[in-house]
């Protein structure tokens, strides 16, 4: 089978570049998505979030966009700073369901200064 | 706000013991609390989602009965790994959503090795 997480997706950026980071999601009755980063050894942290009934969302330096068509989120994070260097997970949330939280892989995030 | 801690951060602990760990809300009372495990390099993956007064909801393949989970009251859950294996060494997090939202808060996590 599928060796899920071994290879943890990557993405290298330097210092002062915007980044983009990518999720496919996997049910259209997903109606709410969450982008969480978590640090080595630490909880995932909560970036920002989006309802399905918009298309784009933007916080401090970070912006999500949703692509209900394809079932594509995207967080993009402007001038990235070393500390942003952490494993972004993205999550949807299905409507009437149990309010459980089904999390994407992953993606490794290493900013270089 | 919305603060979520984990108690304790870290535990060794021999085969076959068990081994409590602790989830609270710290700012805001939560109706439903979640359980999950994280192995190096992966997703998290939830175990069993815990509601405050009844009993929870076990995700297929988690064995209700190694994984103990108990939801008191609205700021506390607890999670109880029955005779430990080293299999269950793990990272595990709890996290916590209120009465009037749809975001989970995450706790810090605890690293469980058995040896």
């Known amino acids: 089978g599928e060796s899920v997480g071994l290879h943890l997706p990557t993405l290298s950026v330097q210092e002062g570049d915007n980044s983009i980071i990518n999720c496919a999601y996997s049910?259209?009755?997903?109606?709410?998505f969450i982008w969480y980063k978590q640090e080595s050894g630490k909880g995932p942290q909560f970036i920002i979030d989006?309802?399905?009934?918009?298309d784009k969302r933007q916080g401090q330096r970070v912006t999500v966009l949703l692509n209900k068509t394809v079932k594509h989120l995207s967080l993009q994070i402007a001038a990235t700073q070393p500390g942003d260097s952490a494993v972004y997970f993205c999550?949807?949330?299905?409507?009437?369901?149990?309010?459980?939280?089904?999390f994407g892989k992953g993606t490794k995030l290493t900013v270089n200064p | 706000g919305a603060v979520v801690s984990q108690h304790p951060s870290w535990v060794i602990c021999k085969s076959g013991t068990s081994v409590k760990i602790e989830c609270r809300s710290l700012?805001?009372?939560?109706?439903?609390m979640f359980w999950y495990r994280q192995f190096p390099k992966q997703s998290l993956m939830l175990m069993a989602t815990?509601?405050?007064?009844?009993?929870?909801?076990?995700e297929q393949g988690v064995e209700k009965d190694k994984f103990l989970i108990n939801h008191a009251s609205l700021t506390l859950s607890t999670l109880t790994v029955t005779s430990a294996h080293p299999e269950d060494s793990s990272f595990y997090i709890c996290?916590?959503?209120?009465?009037?939202?749809?975001?989970?808060?995450f706790g810090p996590g605890t690293r469980l090795t058995v040896l």
């Open positions: 996290s916590a959503g209120g009465p009037s939202t749809d975001t989970q808060y």
């Open positions: 049910n259209s009755a997903s109606d709410y």
């Open positions: 989006i309802r399905s009934n918009m």
């Open positions: 999550a949807e949330n299905i409507k009437g369901g149990s309010e459980k939280l089904v």
């Open positions: 700012d805001f009372q939560a109706t439903t």
């Open positions: 815990s509601n405050e007064g009844s009993k929870a909801t076990y």
